[in-house]
């Protein structure tokens, strides 16, 4: 069974540019998560995906930040303009369910962004 | 508001030994809690999950404990091999169902 699939791997980028992320969950997962990791900290939720539809964006700074998953499938995460605090790790997880403790989370290999 | 937190930040222990991570956190009102492995460069890998009713979890030479009383929970590694280096993360699912990840532990095993 193939994994959660991420890319671009790594890209370096000036501030006030934009960028873009894209996630492939495991085929047929409802649940999609996004979540940013700093250097030297554990991951944050970002934004949770049920299907196409947001469930939870609280920790999202929709400034700058914005996700879509337009179709129920791939998503994508973008930063327009991105700041030099936005250097990180972003992550991608899918579960099957509708998430939930009970609903395990698998996670991509991640986006490690710098930003100059 | 639930807070997760690790100790060591970072630890560095010859092959073979038997070591301990430590993992609190401030609200016992938990649904489970959950012991990841990041390798530079990857994702999470899922090590172990105990859930709230439960006091240990086993998985080869792993161990995880969980005490909810005193917040605490440890993952105990026996016998160490370098291939253990790693960073490993203790998460917590909370009452709304969501995952709250300590900074995790940096380990290095030397040959």
């Known amino acids: 069974e193939a994994g959660v699939a991420q890319s671009p791997r790594y890209k370096i980028i000036e501030k006030r540019q934009s960028v873009a992320f894209w996630c492939n969950p495991i085929?047929?997962?409802?649940?999609l998560y996004w979540y940013q990791q700093i250097l030297g900290q554990g991951p944050k939720l970002l934004i949770q995906?049920?299907?196409?539809?947001?469930v939870d964006d609280s920790q999202l700074p929709k400034d700058r930040f914005s996700a879509e998953r337009l179709k129920g499938v791939d998503s994508t995460l973008k930063i327009q303009p991105a700041k030099l605090e936005d250097s990180a790790v972003y992550l991608c997880?899918?579960?099957w369910g509708a998430g939930g403790p009970t609903d395990t989370q698998y996670f991509g290999p991640g986006t490690r962004l710098t930003v100059l | 508001k639930q807070e997760v937190t690790q100790i060591p930040a970072a630890l560095s222990v010859p092959e073979g030994e038997n070591l301990v991570l430590n993992c609190s956190f401030t609200?016992?009102?938990?649904?489970?809690l959950q012991w990841f492995r990041q390798d530079p460069g990857k994702g999470l890998t899922s090590l172990l999950l105990?859930?709230?009713?439960?006091r240990e979890q086993t998985s080869g030479r792993l161990n995880a404990s969980l005490d909810k009383s005193s917040g605490r929970s440890t993952l105990y590694i026996a016998a160490s091999q370098p291939g253990d280096s790693a960073t490993y993360l203790c998460?917590?699912?909370?009452?709304?169902?969501?995952?709250?990840f300590g900074q995790g532990t940096e380990l290095s095993v030397k040959p």
């Open positions: 997880a899918s579960s």
């Open positions: 609200d016992s009102a938990i649904y489970n």
């Open positions: 105990i859930q709230s009713s439960q």
């Open positions: 998460a917590i699912y909370n009452q709304g169902g969501k995952l709250i």
């Open positions: 085929s047929g997962h409802a649940t």
């Open positions: 995906f049920q299907n196409n539809g947001v």
